[in-house]
């Protein structure tokens, strides 16, 4: 597996964002239900912050993979031209 390959990259970015903000959301959602079920409000809580915590790890991890060059941007070395 290519990690470098641009549809891969695209994956990685929106899974990236989706787990970001849902993980939001469901946690948003555990800490306004925690007054009516407490089991089930700590469980969203939890839940919603597991998914962000992946979602910034996938953040992290993204920054560090190298981007591949575009085809045909590649430079010419000086030597390579004569």
């Given at each position: 597996?290519?990690?470098?390959?641009?549809?891969?990259?695209?994956?990685?970015?929106k899974?990236?964002?989706?787990?970001?903000?849902?993980?939001?959301?469901?946690?948003?959602?555990?800490?306004?239900?925690?007054r009516?079920?407490?089991?089930?409000?700590?469980?969203?809580?939890?839940?919603?912050?597991?998914?962000?915590?992946?979602?910034?790890?996938?953040?992290?991890?993204?920054?560090?993979?190298?981007?591949?060059?575009?085809?045909?941007?590649?430079?010419?070395?000086?030597?390579?031209?004569?």
């Open positions: 597996m290519n990690l470098t390959n641009p549809q891969t990259l695209a994956r990685m970015d899974l990236t964002w989706i787990l970001i903000f849902v993980g939001l959301f469901v946690l948003a959602l555990g800490i306004a239900s925690h009516e079920t407490p089991a089930g409000g700590w469980t969203l809580s939890v839940m919603g912050a597991i998914a962000m915590a992946i979602g910034v790890v996938l953040v992290y991890l993204r920054s560090r993979i190298p981007e591949a060059p575009a085809p045909g941007a590649q430079s010419t070395s000086p030597t390579e031209e004569t």
